[in-house]
């Protein structure tokens, strides 16, 4: 008996140390990422949701293609001490019928850290963060995440994706734009990602 009311008191004490998490909304006025808060930055809408999925640019004139499939992760632990939502995934470009870049297989891969795929990222833009969407609704939210090179740890892009739907069908408005450039490999790693900055439609497959 005693053994019993030694286990529950334990418990009790356990339960009653344990602070609850703290949720704050990702599209949140609030300060954000704050080290050690314990906080949990959290995609309360499911906003990342409708961006889940593969998708598809093709251009037939140039035999050209680029598929991106996107995953959502959530309450995903940071180092420095708080959790968060983050949109994941992996691409394959293919230019003149070369491809160039296909990490599509490690989409899944165990062995990949969450932060550590080729695309990642969390951050949530309205109608007016730069670049401004003119044809977005007051309300609409889009996402910008980061885009490593295929071959250059440290060779980024930007992606600022726009998800709409145009006849019954899901489309993604991706502007691909420049990005950080810290390469392992200062002498041989070149200065943009292998895709073209610009502007591409992608098509949920």
């Known amino acids: 008996m005693k053994k019993i009311q030694t286990t529950l008191i334990l ?46 640019w093709e251009d037939p004139t140039t035999n050209s293609s680029l598929t991106i499939i996107l995953k959502k992760e959530t309450n995903v632990n940071d180092v420095h001490g708080f959790n968060y939502d983050i949109l994941i995934g992996e691409y394959q470009y293919i230019e003149n019928g070369v491809e160039l870049a296909n990490t599509l297989s490690d989409i899944n891969n165990p062995n990949i850290p969450t932060v550590l795929h080729k695309i990642a990222g969390e951050i949530i833009l309205t109608k007016y963060n730069r670049p401004p969407c003119p044809e977005c609704g007051a309300d609409e939210r889009r996402v910008r995440l980061s885009i490593e090179h295929d071959n250059y740890k440290g060779v980024w892009g930007e992606l600022i994706i726009r998800h709409f739907v145009y006849l019954g069908i899901e489309k993604l408005k991706v502007i691909v734009r420049d990005g950080a450039w810290l390469p392992d490999d200062y002498n041989n790693a070149p200065e943009d990602i292998d895709i073209p900055f610009g502007e591409y439609i992608l098509t949920k497959q």
Do not use: H, M
């Open 11 to 56: 418990l009790l004490v356990s339960l009653l140390s344990c602070k609850a998490q703290n949720v704050v909304p990702l599209d949140s006025s609030e300060p954000i990422y704050i080290r050690n808060s314990g906080d949990y930055y959290k995609d309360t809408n499911n906003l990342f949701n409708t961006f889940e999925g593969t998708w598809l």
